[in-house]
DNA sequence: TCCTACGGTGGACTCAATCCAAGTCAAGAA
DNA sequence: TTCTTGACTTGGATTGAGTCCACCGTAGGA
């Protein structure tokens, strides 16, 4: 993550002390955190810093490519910095749990011709649902 | 759809006329309406029709099993009566365009048991994105 | 036809996210 | 080092989607 910083920077990004924060909150593996989430961590090591913030800087590491959104439920979107490896997600249907999670094949493959309707595919999401552990026992 | 209100019925629903015109503004392949949509089309046919009912209407056919909720975006939930055919969707990354498309093989085969951390997997979910014709023309 | 519990209404409210005008500051220039 | 400037931040207002609630209306059984 230390790494993102300097990529960000190459990228003529200016370094403030906000878009460090919040870098350094999404920094981790099975990160899943929503942008009130984000804000209220951010917080913690930078009182002032608005929501307004927080999104805009979420909002650039999105179209940077460096973080991506998920929105498993139909409530605030998540973002998961663990975007350098594709993978896809599996959510607790009782708590809202996320785990990354990594499938044999490619689902693309599984998408024929004749399902395609003339559309360029460039990828595809898939989320897997079921109980957790906890919320099974 | 006109077995839909029957299979209601017999289900001790109480058949109002909101009821009856959200769900014959859902009939159809290739549906995929917001809640607004559907509360739009339905004031054309019973212009008092309140944007509460439509949305307790949505809610009660999505428990019931016969239509179900869509999120393709972070936007406004979309309802699918096609609920009896297991599919999922392709999406336009231009315009939102959805299709209902059918791959194959079973998403859930593809998830190895090391990948289920103890979870009870259910269901999958495969939302595949690209141009459509018209975008891409 | 009457009763009544279930369903509908609309207006207020919540939650997530975006917008905006004014103030601030990172980083290149001198 | 200081200056300058445009990119960044702020917080409060605003939007959009959806939910809640107290009161009213009516479907459908008796």
New binding site residues.
């Given amino acids: 993550m230390s790494d993102l910083l300097e990529r960000l920077?190459g990228r003529?990004?200016?370094?403030?002390?906000?878009?460090r924060v919040v870098a350094e909150v999404l920094d981790g593996d099975h990160v899943h955190l929503?942008?009130?989430e984000v804000h209220v961590l951010a917080a913690e090591r930078?009182p002032?810093?608005?929501?307004?913030?927080v999104?805009?800087?979420l909002?650039e590491l999105v179209t940077l490519g460096e973080v991506v959104e998920v929105?498993t439920d139909?409530?605030?979107?998540r973002y998961d910095p663990n975007a350098h490896r594709p993978h896809q997600h599996l959510v607790c249907t009782g708590c809202g749990a996320i785990r990354d999670v990594h499938p044999l094949g490619n689902p693309l493959a599984d998408l024929p011709a004749d399902q395609r309707f003339g559309f360029a595919v460039s990828g595809a999401e898939v989320t897997y649902r079921g109980l957790c552990p906890s919320c099974a026992g």
């Fill in positions: 920077r003529g990004w200016r370094l403030t002390s906000q878009r929503t942008a009130d930078l002032e810093i608005s929501r307004a913030t999104y805009n800087t909002g929105s139909g409530r605030a979107k």
